[in-house]
């Protein structure tokens, strides 16, 4: 273990964490992907379009990282910012030209939309909701991926008062 002691100035340094995986397809619709010490991870295609339905497609694992990388950035920040939840839940779906897919190189392969509703169960305000999602938004690295690439990105935070 090592301690460092450094100055302020110096947070302006990129602070870079490397992470590995594998995979492995055996030309086929199905792809295992190992995380090492994390397990396996299977992205396949259903059936009627070619693969063996063992696993969500590849755009689905996408917005499921999205749905992922949210609740861990809204955690963080609402740590942050002393903000208290009881849970969060995710319904998410996204559209797709499949002409892009197909080899039409003037549409776009990936997502032409994706939205996403997220409901907080917090005893919180709706404003002091929107100041940590604004927060987490800004943070969240699958968000600002999808959003970078051009993506009709769509969410809605809905706030729910506990029960009793």
């Given at each position: 273990?090592?301690?460092?002691?450094?100055s302020e100035d110096r947070l302006a340094e990129?602070?870079?964490?490397?992470?590995?995986?594998?995979?492995?397809?055996?030309?086929?619709?199905?792809?295992?992907?190992?995380?090492?010490?994390?397990?396996?991870?299977?992205?396949?295609?259903?059936?009627?379009?070619?693969?063996?339905?063992?696993?969500?497609?590849?755009?689905?694992?996408?917005?499921?990282a999205l749905c992922g990388c949210e609740s861990?950035?809204?955690?963080?920040?609402?740590?942050?910012?002393?903000?208290?939840?009881?849970?969060?839940?995710?319904?998410?779906?996204?559209?797709?030209?499949?002409?892009?897919?197909?080899?039409?190189?003037?549409?776009?392969?990936?997502?032409?939309?994706?939205?996403?509703?997220?409901?907080?169960?917090?005893?919180?305000?709706?404003?002091r909701l929107a100041e940590v999602v604004e927060?987490?938004?800004?943070?969240?690295?699958?968000?600002?991926?999808?959003?970078?690439?051009?993506?009709?990105?769509?969410?809605?935070?809905?706030?729910?008062?506990?029960?009793?």
């Amino acid at each position: 273990m090592a301690t460092e002691i450094t100055s302020e100035d110096r947070l302006a340094e990129p602070i870079i964490r490397r992470k590995t995986l594998t995979a492995e397809n055996e030309a086929s619709m199905m792809t295992i992907i190992d995380f090492g010490e994390y397990g396996h991870f299977i992205t396949d295609e259903p059936i009627d379009h070619g693969g063996t339905g063992e696993g969500p497609s590849p755009l689905q694992a996408v917005v499921g990282a999205l749905c992922g990388c949210e609740s861990v950035t809204f955690r963080r920040t609402a740590s942050e910012m002393d903000f208290s939840y009881e849970s969060l839940t995710f319904q998410a779906e996204f559209t797709i030209d499949i002409r892009g897919r197909l080899g039409l190189r003037s549409v776009r392969p990936h997502f032409q939309t994706v939205r996403l509703e997220a409901t907080v169960v917090t005893p919180e305000s709706e404003e002091r909701l929107a100041e940590v999602v604004e927060e987490a938004e800004a943070r969240c690295p699958v968000y600002n991926l999808i959003s970078d690439a051009g993506v009709n990105l769509v969410a809605r935070w809905v706030r729910k008062a506990p029960t009793a």
